[in-house]
């Protein structure tokens, strides 16, 4: 039995003024009401009834702990039940982590879609290209691309990633459209990484990983400084077709190389804990799982694998299999 418990029991005692009516309303006997207080009491080093044979009443010890003891308990239930709320109904606020390449993509409006069909969710969006970690920074869950090493997590594998070589369509009609990954040495390249770091772009050529080394006119640590760059015609970027969607689909932006795509690069979601997650959070899976399951519809794509830790066997590294290469510029 712990302190609450003993409190809730004293007070009681105290309200009806008697171990025995208190027993009787609790269903036990006197005898275990008279174990709990007096635990109570030794756990304080003090009295807190005076005890006759015929009543009890408080000490100045017990009047204080009763008095106080009040808010404390209140304050208890108040908090039970807006537990039991985020256990239960969609409500309170999850911390999401996400890279900033996919910030314009669709993930941000699929998020809103979310919050549109739960209104008492909240949402902290860390946009970072740093590999948090999710217990230190308070973090319920982390979009991720490509793997993830830590065994601790959670992984659900969500959509792969096909990535083009885009440009102006202005741009390929002055320099040539490329025909293979190799072509593209001979192009302005706008690359991005880290900060003194060699910028690679890695492709996929008859099933085997091709990456080339580069040496960029532009180079950014952040993809998105890039995209208006290329829009004025200044170079290539090698890019996720989601993060480019927007210039890909009005033709500002023209995709090419995709049949090089690598087939092993994933967008992942990441969490800590399998059970006794928040109703809030449990909604975001399932909301995620609908958003993946209309994607693969219209791609003609296999079911993704469940979700499972990140120390477990991968599953096939190619992921579902797709009914052929996406050589146009439309984006999901």
């Known amino acids: ?12 005692v105290a309200r009806r003024g008697s171990f025995s009516a208190t027993a009787a309303a609790q269903g036990v006997s006197p005898a275990s009401v008279s174990k709990a207080v007096a635990r109570l009491e030794e756990r304080f080093g003090l009295r807190l009834f005076n005890r006759t044979t015929r009543k009890v009443s408080l000490t100045d010890a017990g009047q204080l702990l009763f008095e106080r003891s009040s ?3 209140e304050l208890i239930d108040l908090t039970t039940g807006e537990l039991h709320e985020r256990a239960t109904r969609p409500s309170g606020r999850l911390a999401l982590a996400l890279p900033y390449g996919l910030v314009d993509s669709d993930l941000p409006a699929m998020l809103g879609d979310f919050l549109q069909r739960h209104p008492d969710v909240e949402l902290d969006m860390h946009v970072t290209d740093r590999v948090i970690d999710l217990a230190d ?5 982390a979009f991720r691309v490509g793997p993830i090493r830590d065994a601790a997590l959670i992984v659900r594998r969500l959509l792969p990633l096909d990535y083009v070589a885009a440009a102006t369509p202005a741009y390929w009609s002055r320099h040539g459209r490329p025909r293979e990954p190799r072509d ?8 991005h990484g880290p900060n003194g770091r060699v910028v690679h772009w890695m ?3 008859n099933g085997a990983p091709l990456e080339l080394n580069l040496q960029p006119r532009v180079h950014a640590s952040l993809q998105s400084a890039l995209i208006p760059l290329a829009l004025q015609g200044l170079g290539v970027m090698w890019a996720p077709r989601r993060s480019l969607a927007r210039w890909l689909d009005s033709g500002e932006l023209e995709g ?16 800590m804990q399998r059970r006794h997650n928040s109703a809030a959070l449990r909604a975001l899976l399932a909301h995620l799982d609908a958003f993946v399951r209309a994607f693969q ?5 296999a079911p993704a694998p469940q979700a499972a830790a990140a120390g477990a066997p991968a599953p096939d590294a190619a992921g579902p299999q797709r009914r052929g290469r996406r050589s146009g510029t439309t984006s999901t």
């Open 1 to 12: 039995m712990d302190s609450l418990d003993l409190i809730q029991i004293f007070r009681e």
């Open 71 to 73: 808010a404390l308990l």
């Open 137 to 141: 920074e308070g973090v319920d869950l």
């Open 184 to 191: 593209l040495l001979t192009h302005a390249q706008l690359g």
């Open 203 to 205: 492709f996929e050529v």
């Open 256 to 271: 090419l190389l995709a049949d090089f795509s690598p087939s092993n690069v994933w967008l992942h979601a990441a969490y």
């Open 297 to 301: 519809q219209g791609e003609g794509m």
